[in-house]
């Protein structure tokens, strides 16, 4: 009703009213929260001295899907429905991508394999960043200046200020045709996803991001990123010979709240 109250669960076998008001705050404090403290872990302010990159419509493909895969009123809060984008450049050289993938191979080495059970639903062969010093290095003074802008360029009805993203979760994930092959379809749990290819497509065979309402593979090459809404459901194409490696993040923004998370 007008009050945001309605019937709620029972509780010792009496309804208990259902206060939409308590809710919200609740998930403010919750996603105040998550922001501060993975602000303290990726902080996105432009370093003093750093230049954003600057980027225009024309530096990626867009790929547009229904005005209500994901939620009415033009697949809010994106207000589009242009919801995947990816460079058509790559936004990182051979040499950045191919020392994430030295590091975390020698992380495993070191270590007796990659991690398989970090994400619960849809586990991913995986090392988080944060166990790798030089690629976290590396990732935290790309992500003001290149990642982060990049992003608010795709999704400008969303994202007014790059600052404001946060770095929910980052880490490398490991295809192998022998072993984990590709990723069955899901949802992030997030607000946006963003993909960066770490080897050459002349390494695998098969591979890419699969969209399914759109019955299309999304396919990189080193070096080029993807963003896109993370609650499209979308999968890991099955890699059938080789070895294919991206850089996984998931983020949310400060400046929304997301209730249905």
């Known amino acids: 009703g007008g009050k945001g109250k309605g019937k709620g669960k029972r509780a010792g076998g009496k309804q208990v009213a259902f206060d939409i008001e ?12 998550e922001c501060k403290a993975m602000l303290d872990n990726f902080n996105a302010t432009l370093p003093s001295g750093g230049e954003r990159q600057g980027f225009d419509v024309k530096d990626f493909k867009t790929i547009s899907v ?26 990182f050289s051979t040499g950045e991508c191919n020392r994430v993938i030295e590091e975390a191979e020698e992380y495993a080495k070191a270590r007796g394999g990659w991690s398989t059970q970090r994400h619960f639903s849809h586990p991913t062969t995986d090392i988080m960043l944060e166990k790798l010093p030089k690629s976290l290095e590396w ?24 600052e404001l993203l946060r770095i929910f979760d980052v880490f490398v994930v490991k295809y192998d045709a022998l072993e984990q092959s ?74 929304y709240v997301e209730h249905d998370r």
């Open 139 to 162: 990732f935290k003074s790309v992500m003001p200046t290149k990642l982060f802008p990049f992003i608010a360029t795709c999704f400008p009805n969303i994202v007014k200020d790059p």
């Open 22 to 33: 308590v809710h919200r705050q609740r998930n403010q404090d919750k996603h105040d929260a």
């Open 182 to 255: 590709y990723l069955s379809v899901h949802r992030d749990s997030s607000l946006i996803s963003l993909t960066v290819a770490l080897n050459p497509q002349g390494d695998f065979e098969g591979g890419g991001m699969s969209v399914e309402a759109l019955d299309k593979v999304v396919s990189l090459d080193q070096g080029q990123a993807v963003t896109f809404a993370s609650n499209i459901r979308h999968g890991g194409n099955k890699v059938t010979s080789g070895l294919r490696y991206i850089l996984v993040g998931f983020l949310l923004y400060e400046g």
């Open 66 to 91: 229904s005005e209500d895969m994901i939620g009415s009123r033009t697949n809010f809060p994106f207000g589009s429905r242009d919801l995947i984008h990816h460079t058509i450049d790559p936004l």
